[in-house]
C-alpha cells in the first residue's frame, strides 16, 4: 500500500485502484495539454499511441515527481488504456489490448482522469476523454468454418443438388456475396452460401477429393476465405476373398488374454488400388478367441485349460471367420480354420489330503508300514510326463526315526522303536514330518506334504506316593473348609500321568460320615467338619492316587491338638428372685450359688465378675477365682432414701471366664473363653399398711414343681412311690393298732380331766395377721423357664406367675394394694413374713379352699385371677420366709 499526501487529502492505493480524495484550495497545473479528447479506431492493438502530454514541474520540486501520471479512474470504468513513459516528463495514453476495443459492443467514449504529484506534494488532476471510431470489418463466417476446414462427403453416383451451406455475417449488418475457387471444380455457390454439385461423380474416375475455397465479400469489398474438402465415397459392388492360406494352427494352453493366434487377411476387389476397408468376425459360438473387425487379427480371450473339460476330451477348436466390406450386411465371405490345444505342465501334484496325522503306540515294531503317499496323490496334467511326480526331501524333527522305503516310492516306514521312558528319547510325543512331492517334467511343479505321527503313551507304571503314611496336625479350632495338609504321588510314565486323589475308607466321625475331603487334582486335604479333641484325639483315613487304570493308597493320621474352644457352662445359667430391702452386706443372696464346669480347663482355671447391671457395685461373688463353685454376696447396702439407690430391679449379666490359671503374658496369646450367667434380682421395700377401700380376699402363693416335658416319667415314679409308702404306712399302723389295743386296754376315768397336770411350758405368743384386698392381678412382666424352655408371666408387683399363653399379648401393669401384717411378741411388727403355726395352719386350712374357688359375688371383678391358699410348713421363726422367686426354683 502507497499513501501520498496531496495538500489538506491523500491518495491511496488499495487493491491496485488509487483513491484520490477532494481536491481543496488552489491547484497547479502541472499537466501540459490536458483536458482534451482523442480518437481511436476500434480493434486497435495494444501498444497504440492515443495521446501525448507533458508534466511541468514546479520550482520547489525541481522538476521531479513523486507519483507518475496515473489513471485513477474512468468513466465508464475500464483496463483498456494506460499511460507510459516517452521521456523526461513525457508521458502516452496508449491502448492495452485487454480487452480490445470493439464499436458494436462497447461503449463509445471513455473520459480518463489523469492524476500526477510532484515531491513539494503539488498535485494535479485532469480528464482526457477518448472517443471510439467505427471501423468496417471483413465478414466473419460461423459454425465449423469458423475455425476449421470442413470436410464434406458425398456418395459416387449421388445426383447434383444442394450438398452444403455456408454461414457468415458482416459486423456492420451489410450484405454479403459467396463465391467459390477455382471455377473448374464440379461444384457451384450460390450468393446464399449454398454449395451444389454440378454432376454425378464417378469414383473410379474422377479425383476422389476436391477442395473449394469459398470466399464472401461485402459492400465494401472486404472479404473472408474458407475452405471446404469434399470427398467423395466409393460404392460397394463386390465380395472380399480371403488371402490368407493356412488352415490348421497350433497353441499350447494357458496363454494370456491378447496371445495372437493368427493373422487372417483379405481383399475387396473395390478396393484393388488401396488398402480394403474390410471387416472381420467370428461366427461360430466360441469363448476362447476373437478377432479383430479392423485387421483380422485373431488372438485369445478365454482361458484355455487342457486339464479340464471339454478341452480335456476334445482339444481341437473349429472357428468360422467372416469378411465384410460394409458393416452393415454388405458384400461378405466366410472361411473355417482350426485351432489345436497343447497340454503343458502346469499343476503341481496335489494330495488329499495334504496333511497326514498317524497314531501309534510307543515300542512299536520296527519296519513297519505307516503310511502309502501315492494312493492319496496325483497330478491332473492330461500327458505324460507332464503328470508324473516322485516323493523325496523327508525332513522334520524326529525324522531319522523314519524312511521312504524304496527311495521316491511314497511308503513311510519306522525305522526304530520308540520309548518315551527311555532317557535318550527326546520325550516329545508328536514328530512332524515333511515330504516334498515333485513333478519329473520341467518346472518341476512340488508341493510338501506334512504328516504328525503322534506316540500315543502306554500306561506301563503304578503310581507312587511320596510317603507311605501321612500325619497331620491340627488344632481343634481349627476352621472348616481348612487346608490341613497335602498328599503327593506320581508315576514313572511319560508323559506323566494325571493322577487323581479320593479317599476310599475312613475320615469319618460319629455325627459326619465324612469329616475330610480331598482335591482330586492336588491333593490338597481340607476339614469338612469341626474337630474337637474332647471327642477325638485321631482320625485315621486311607487315601487313594489313580492314573485313570493304575492306583496306589496311603495311611493318613490326623492329630488334633487340644486348645481351649470350651465355655464354662454354669448352673443354673439364669435366676430370678426377690431379697429385702434391708438384707444384711455379706449375706449370701437367697442362698445364690453358681456353680461351673469346662470340657477342656481345671476347675480352678474360673474366674467370676459382673459385667453389666451392678450399679453401685451391691454384688459380688465369693470365691472371685479359683473354684467351680461360686456364691451371690451383697457387697453393700442399699441406700433408697439418701436417694444413692433408685433401681429396684437388677438385671446381672455374670461373666465366668477361664483363664485364671493363665499368666498376664499366656493370655494375650492364649485363647480365653467366657461363659454367662443371667440374674434378675428385685429389692422389696419395707412393708406398710394402706387402708384398703376393696373387699377383702387372701392371697394365695401357689407352689408349683415344674418339669421337662420329655421327664414324664418323674412324676409317674414319684407319685407310684407315694401311694406304695403310704399304703406301706397304713398297713404298719393298723398292725400297731391292734398291738397296743391287744396289750393295753385303756383304764376308765371318772371325768375328762389328766389325771396329771404337768405344768404348761409358755411360748412365745405368735399372732399371724393377714389383711387381703382383692387385687386384679395383671401380669406384665415374662421370662423364659430355664428347665422347661417354656416363656411365663409374672407380676413386678407381688411375684405372681403363670404360664404364657401363645396367642394372649403382654398384659399393661394396674395398681394393686397387699398390707401384710405380721405380729410378734405382743404386737410388734417384723419386716420378715412369718410362718404360721401348725394349729393355726389346720384352723385355717379350710377357708383357703373355701376362698380359691371362684366367686360369683360382687366380691369379684371380671378379669380376676383364681388364686389358691397354699399350704404352709412350720419352720423356725429366725428363718426368712422365701420369696416367690425363690419358692420357683427351677
Known amino acids: 500500500m502507497v499513501c501520498v499526501v496531496l495538500g489538506c487529502g491523500a491518495a491511496v492505493w488499495r487493491s491496485g485502484e488509487l483513491s484520490v480524495p477532494a481536491l481543496s484550495g488552489r491547484r497547479t497545473p502541472l499537466l501540459r ?36 501520471p496515473t489513471i485513477v479512474n474512468s468513466n465508464p470504468l475500464t483496463e483498456a488504456f494506460a499511460i507510459v513513459s516517452a521521456g523526461d516528463l513525457v508521458y502516452r495514453v496508449v491502448t492495452t489490448g485487454n480487452p480490445v476495443l470493439d464499436y458494436e459492443t462497447m461503449p463509445k467514449s471513455f473520459d480518463l482522469q489523469i492524476f500526477v504529484e510532484d515531491t513539494a506534494g503539488r498535485t494535479d488532476l485532469n480528464t482526457l476523454t477518448v472517443q471510439v471510431a467505427d471501423k468496417n470489418e471483413r ?11 470442413v470436410r464434406i462427403y458425398v456418395l459416387e453416383g449421388t445426383p447434383p443438388g444442394l450438398i452444403y451451406r455456408v454461414n457468415a455475417t458482416d459486423p456492420e449488418n451489410g450484405e454479403l456475396k459467396y463465391s467459390p475457387l477455382p471455377e473448374s471444380v464440379p461444384f457451384r455457390v450460390l450468393e446464399n452460401g449454398d454449395i451444389f454439385s454440378k454432376r454425378k461423380i464417378d469414383y473410379e474416375k474422377d479425383p476422389h477429393c476436391y477442395f473449394l475455397n469459398v470466399t464472401v465479400t461485402d459492400l465494401e469489398g472486404l472479404n473472408s476465405t474458407k475452405t471446404v474438402n469434399i470427398n467423395i465415397i466409393n460404392i460397394d459392388d463386390e465380395s472380399p476373398y480371403f488371402t490368407t492360406k493356412q488352415r490348421i494352427y497350433r497353441i499350447p494352453e494357458e496363454q494370456s488374454p491378447g496371445t495372437v493366434v493368427a493373422n487372417i487377411t483379405a481383399k475387396d476387389p473395390d478396393d484393388e488400388d488401396s488398402p480394403s476397408r474390410l471387416f472381420y468376425s467370428i461366427q461360430s459360438s466360441d469363448t476362447y478367441f476373437s478377432i479383430n473387425p479392423s485387421t483380422g487379427v485373431l488372438q485369445v480371450t478365454g482361458r484355455m485349460d487342457r486339464d479340464v473339460l471339454p478341452l480335456q476330451l476334445h482339444p481341437n477348436v473349429s472357428v468360422i471367420v467372416r469378411v465384410e466390406d460394409s458393416p452393415r450386411g454388405g458384400h461378405s465371405s466366410e472361411m473355417e480354420i482350426t485351432v489345436i490345444i497343447g497340454d503343458i505342465n502346469d499343476n503341481p501334484p496335489e494330495c488329499n489330503p ?50 521312504l522305503e524304496p527311495a521316491e516310492s511314497g511308503r513311510l516306514v519306522m525305522t526304530e522303536s520308540i520309548d518315551l521312558e527311555n ?51 491340627v488344632p481343634e479350632i481349627t476352621k472348616v473348609g481348612s487346608s490341613i495338609g497335602k498328599v503327593t504321588a506320581s508315576d514313572a510314565d511319560w508323559p506323566p500321568s494325571v493322577i487323581t486323589y479320593s479317599i476310599i475308607a475312613g475320615g469319618g466321625t460319629k455325627d459326619y ?61 439364669f435366676y430370678s428372685f426377690q431379697i429385702p430391702v434391708s438384707l444384711a452386706v455379706g449375706t449370701n443372696v437367697n442362698g445364690f450359688r453358681i456353680q461351673c464346669q469346662d470340657r477342656d480347663s481345671d476347675p480352678r482355671s474360673f474366674r467370676y465378675f459382673i459385667e453389666e447391671g451392678n450399679t453401685n457395685n451391691h454384688f459380688t461373688f465369693s470365691p ?46 492364649h485363647p480365653v473363653k467366657t461363659g454367662t450367667v443371667t440374674l434378675s434380682i428385685r429389692v422389696i ?102 428347665v422347661t424352655g417354656k416363656m411365663y408371666e409374672f407380676n413386678t408387683q407381688s411375684g405372681a406367675r403363670r404360664w404364657k399363653k401363645s396367642n394372649e399379648p403382654l398384659q399393661p401393669t394396674a395398681a394393686m394394694q397387699v398390707t401384710p401384717s405380721v405380729t410378734v411378741n405382743g404386737g ?63
Open 423 to 473: 532317557p535318550s528319547n527326546p520325550g516329545v510325543e508328536v514328530y512332524s514330518l515333511a515330504v516334498r512331492v515333485q513333478d519329473i517334467a520341467f518346472p518341476n511343479y512340488s508341493n510338501t506334504i506334512y504328516i504328525y505321527i503322534r506316540i500315543k503313551p502306554v500306561n506301563e507304571f503304578f503310581p507312587v506316593f511320596s510317603s507311605l503314611s501321612y500325619e497331620f496336625n
Open 624 to 669: 472371685v477365682a479359683g473354684s467351680n463353685t461360686s456364691r451371690l454376696i451383697l457387697a453393700s447396702p442399699f441406700d433408697y432414701e439418701g436417694g444413692l439407690d433408685t433401681k429396684w430391679i437388677y438385671r446381672l449379666l455374670v461373666y465366668i471366664t477361664d483363664d485364671n490359671l493363665l499368666s498376664a503374658k499366656n493370655k494375650a496369646t
Open 685 to 786: 421395700p419395707n412393708p406398710t399398711t394402706v387402708t384398703t377401700t376393696t373387699p377383702s380376699f387372701t392371697v394365695v402363693t401357689k407352689r408349683e414343681n415344674l418339669y421337662l416335658d420329655s421327664a414324664w416319667y418323674v412324676p409317674f415314679v414319684t407319685t407310684l412311690g407315694g401311694l406304695l409308702l403310704l399304703g406301706l404306712l397304713g398297713h404298719l399302723g393298723a398292725l400297731l393298732a391292734r398291738w397296743l389295743s391287744a396289750r393295753c386296754p385303756p383304764a376308765p376315768r371318772a371325768d375328762g380331766t389328766p389325771l396329771i397336770n404337768a405344768p404348761e411350758k409358755k411360748k412365745p405368743k405368735k399372732e399371724v395377721a393377714l389383711e387381703m384386698i382383692k387385687l386384679n392381678t395383671v401380669f406384665d412382666g415374662e421370662a423364659r423357664d430355664p
Open 828 to 890: 410388734q411388727e417384723s419386716n420378715s413374713a412369718e410362718v404360721p403355726s401348725k394349729k393355726e395352719t389346720k384352723e385355717k386350712r379350710k377357708e383357703p379352699r373355701e376362698a380359691a374357688k371362684p366367686s360369683t359375688g360382687p366380691s369379684q371383678a371380671p378379669g380376676q385371677d383364681r388364686v389358691e391358699v397354699p399350704k404352709w410348713k412350720e419352720e423356725p421363726e429366725d428363718r426368712e420366709l422365701p420369696s416367690t422367686a425363690q419358692q420357683h426354683r427351677h
Open 139 to 149: 465478414p466473419v463466417f460461423w459454425g465449423n468454418m469458423a475455425i476449421q476446414t
Open 354 to 403: 495334504s496333511t497326514f496325522r498317524k497314531e501309534i503306540n510307543e515300542n512299536t515294531t520296527a519296519g513297519i508300514v505307516l503310511l502309502d503317499l501315492r494312493n492319496s496323490c496325483k497330478d491332473i496334467d492330461v500327458d505324460p510326463p507332464n503328470n508324473l511326480f516322485s516323493f523325496t526331501g523327508l525332513s522334520g524333527f524326529g525324522s531319522n526315526n523314519f524312511a
Open 33 to 68: 495539454g490536458l483536458p482534451t479528447t482523442r480518437t481511436v479506431e476500434e480493434n486497435a492493438p495494444a501498444g497504440v499511441s492515443i495521446y501525448t502530454f507533458n508534466v511541468t514541474g514546479s520550482p520547489l520540486s525541481s522538476g521531479v515527481v513523486a507519483i507518475h
Open 513 to 573: 460320615t465324612n469329616a475330610f475331603w480331598i482335591n482330586p487334582i492336588n491333593g490338597d486335604v481340607k476339614i469338612l467338619a469341626r474337630l474337637d479333641y474332647e471327642t477325638t484325639q485321631k482320625h485315621f483315613f486311607t487315601v487313594q492316587a489313580s492314573d485313570q487304570e493304575k492306583t496306589a493308597t496311603a495311611s493318613v493320621t490326623v492329630s488334633v491338638l487340644e486348645v481351649n474352644d470350651e465355655e464354662p457352662v454354669c448352673s443354673p445359667n
